[in-house]
């Protein structure tokens, strides 16, 4: 900070040396370059009858109007918008770097824009895939949508993480009872006990009826923050695919809303299209993946000579497809984890990863994220990042798990856990 005193003491010097030259034609004794040099750039300027300094119709500002010259300007609206005001009316060399500074202290400005004091967003980290169908699940639900003849107006969707092969039912309500239905009918009863489920915390998913299955059959439930939907991806990104299947086909079939039977129709559908899509995660078509075998397309059998006379399953032909299904699902585990490693730089690039340098003592503040009664900060205009006006300091961290804990300034520790997402640096002056 002195450097940067002195190096604009020495400018305004150099105001007041072009001053006595276009006052008095008097040259200093000392040039930052050559003589010539000053004049040139001494003509760029002009002096009223007050000795007042201008460039390009413009008062030049100087080291000690800087505060005064911001404040009158600075109503929260951000930096560009501060800086094109003040560049209008003053010539300010290297103003838009205090600007900057100042407007990024400010803290104001930090509770209306969140990126000015960005929290702290840590990198994506893949969950690893066991190559085996049907070992992980996503579940999600999707709707609710128009409610057909047979009462259904939502689709519970489970996606197998490794084939990406995606089992759908309708449902009429998104309640436990049918969302554990869905499971024990499509997941439990055709596929066995899968090793681990992955649901939302909400209501339909985390409970005791869901809960008691998972026990029964050994799976192991993963239960997943709300505010990172990421670790649910794979069921998000299904519920988008099957939801533009659908409108796609519905639109083919010229109608602009979905039809009372969406469920006989739109829905299979579009099943049947994820299911024999190539993915681009390894290549393959889930369902390809699951019944080991390419698949046939009713063109395919037009002109193809069906056996039904039946095969004898030897141990040799046994053996053969067990070598291709292990090539298969070995070349598949390969491309999928270069995909995944893929997918989180991407998203690390596209979603400008911020992973803060936090320590004990480290001043922060916390984004609120307790909503009493359906009162959310954000639509009654409340502010989000707590104390709104102070800070907090970091009590202790934990790493291995992304949290920590704060304590007031003076001396209170709190017991809450934060995670580093909803954890920023106070940059501002208190």
């Not at 702290?120 to 999600?140: E, G």
């Not at 040799?316 to 995909?339: E, S």
Request: hydrophobic share 35%; with cysteine.
């Amino acid at each position: 900070m002195q450097v940067l005193q002195g190096a604009n003491t020495m400018q305004d010097e150099r105001y007041e040396s072009i001053v006595d030259y276009l006052l008095t034609g008097t040259l200093p004794q000392r040039f930052e370059s050559t003589a010539s040099n000053f004049r040139r750039e001494a003509n760029n300027y002009a002096v009223d009858a007050y000795a007042k300094l201008y460039r390009n119709n413009k008062p030049v500002v100087k080291w000690g109007e800087r505060k005064k010259i911001f404040d009158a300007f600075h109503s929260h609206q951000g930096r560009s918008r501060t800086w094109q005001l003040i560049s209008e009316r003053y010539y300010w060399r290297g103003g838009y770097q205090y600007v900057a500074q100042k407007v990024k202290d400010c803290i104001a400005c930090a509770h209306r824009n969140n990126s000015s004091w960005p929290a702290s967003l840590p990198p994506l980290q893949p969950i690893s895939i066991t190559p085996k169908a049907f070992w992980r699940l996503h579940v999600d639900l999707l709707g609710p949508l128009k409610q057909t003849i047979n009462g259904n107006q939502y689709v519970a969707i489970a996606v197998c993480a490794f084939t990406k092969y995606v089992e759908a039912q309708a449902i009429p309500f998104n309640n436990k009872v049918h969302v554990a239905k869905f499971i024990y009918e499509n997941i439990y009863c055709r596929y066995m006990c899968p090793g681990e489920c992955i649901i939302q915390d909400r209501g339909e998913f985390a409970n005791k009826i869901c809960d008691q299955l998972a026990k029964k059959f050994g799976c192991d439930i993963r239960v997943i923050s709300a505010g990172r939907p990421q670790a649910n991806g794979q069921a998000e990104a299904y519920v988008k695919q099957l939801k533009g299947r659908m409108k796609a086909k519905m639109v083919e079939a010229s109608q602009d809303e979905l039809p009372d039977n969406w469920d006989e129709t739109l829905l299979p559908y579009a099943l049947s299209v994820l299911r024999s899509d190539p993915s681009c995660a390894h290549g393959y078509a889930p369902g390809e993946l699951l019944l080991g075998r390419k698949l046939k397309w009713p063109i395919e059998l037009e002109k193809e000579d069906i056996d039904i006379s039946g095969t004898e399953l030897t141990g040799p032909l046994v053996h053969a497809l067990k070598c291709i299904h292990d090539d298969v699902f070995g070349k598949a585990a390969i491309k999928l984890k270069k995909h995944q490693e893929n997918y989180a730089n991407q998203y690390d690039k596209r979603n400008k990863v911020n992973l803060l340098k936090l320590r004990k003592g480290t001043r922060v503040q916390i984004l609120s994220h307790i909503y009493k009664n359906g009162d959310f900060p954000k639509a009654k205009m409340k502010v989000l990042w707590k104390p709104f006006r102070s800070y907090y300091k970091i009590h202790s961290l934990d790493r291995k798990k992304g949290v920590v804990t704060v304590r007031s300034k003076s001396g209170r520790v709190y017991k809450q856990k934060h995670p580093f997402a909803r954890v920023r640096l106070f940059r501002g002056k208190a």
